[in-house]
């Protein structure tokens, strides 16, 4: 952490950021799908020792679908608003979510970043013992709260979410039931023509392998940082790797993403050169952030 927070400039001096270009959300999307293919082959053609291995793989390039979910509901991905929320509602429904739900849930996240009383994402809270952070990390409360979106979402009532508006609900309960009605859908049709095993091996397995590594990867942003509304101190940006950033399509320079919502993510580094001597929260990397929550985590046991 810094010694010294200034404050951020204001969102009038950083838009000059905030140009869209459809060239590089086609070329970045387009490289997340190739790499899908080429993970989905790697699970094809791998040796019965090696096929964890690929579908682990697989699933942490399909999980990382979670970054153009995100961009999309920002309308920052493409020009066009239809354009982000058609690909948006499509790249959604691997991990059984849905895009106008998550849309609602992710805007009101950042109206109420770390606020415990009305951020949606400190429901629950961070996990707060080790026990808690491995059930966390292993996803078993991700999958269980998206299949009871599905079911609420079927039973017509989402008044358990606070942050959809009743005059949205019946657009975001037709969603729920056109996404989880296709992804059904195509899941028999796969089965059927190919088998189940290639259910199993191709969408099934890798998603519930990969989706422990973007528990990781989410509890970093904002665990640890402040319970306000200071966009400098209750975000963190992580400083990683190349194939990280472009594969999560530059999500981790969040605390520029938290403070100027409206700049792409391919501006996001460029935010960062204006900001990082600002930022209270800038992790060094992934692993090494882990290992000391861990550490802290052990002590409160």
Request: net charge positive.
């Amino acid at each position: 952490m810094s010694a010294t927070v200034m404050a951020a400039p204001k969102p009038r001096e950083m838009m000059h950021l905030n140009t869209r270009s459809d060239a590089r959300g086609w070329a970045r999307l387009g490289v997340h799908l190739a790499l899908i293919l080429a993970t989905g082959w790697l699970v094809a053609v791998s040796p019965p020792l090696l096929v964890v291995p690929a579908m682990l793989l697989a699933g942490v390039v399909q999980a990382a679908l979670f970054a153009p979910i995100h961009e999309t509901c920002h309308y920052t991905a493409f020009k066009s608003r239809r354009v982000n929320a058609v690909v948006g509602w499509l790249v959604a429904l691997p991990a059984l979510r849905n895009w106008h739900f998550y849309q609602a849930f992710h805007l009101a996240h950042h109206k109420h970043t770390q606020d415990p009383e009305h951020d949606p994402e400190l429901s629950p809270p961070p996990p707060g013992d080790l026990p808690a952070y491995v059930a966390r990390v292993v996803g078993l409360p991700y999958w269980r709260a998206q299949l009871t979106v599905w079911a609420r979402g079927w039973k017509g009532d989402l008044s358990a979410y606070p942050f959809i508006h009743p005059a949205s609900a019946p657009r975001v309960v037709r969603s729920i039931r056109a996404g989880s009605a296709l992804t059904v859908v195509l899941a028999v049709a796969v089965g059927l023509a190919f088998g189940w095993g290639a259910v199993l091996l191709f969408w099934v397995g890798p998603q519930l392998l990969g989706q422990p590594v973007l528990r990781l990867y989410l509890l970093t942003e904002h665990t640890g940082c402040t319970e306000d509304s200071n966009g400098l101190t209750n975000t963190r940006t992580m400083m990683t790797v190349a194939p990280v950033r472009l594969l999560m399509w530059e999500m981790p320079y969040h605390a520029e993403h938290h403070l100027y919502p409206f700049i792409p993510f391919h501006r996001l580094k460029d935010a960062h050169a204006l900001l990082r001597d600002r930022l209270a929260h800038v992790g060094t990397g992934y692993a090494a952030w882990h290992r000391d929550h861990i550490r802290a985590l052990r002590k409160v046991g």
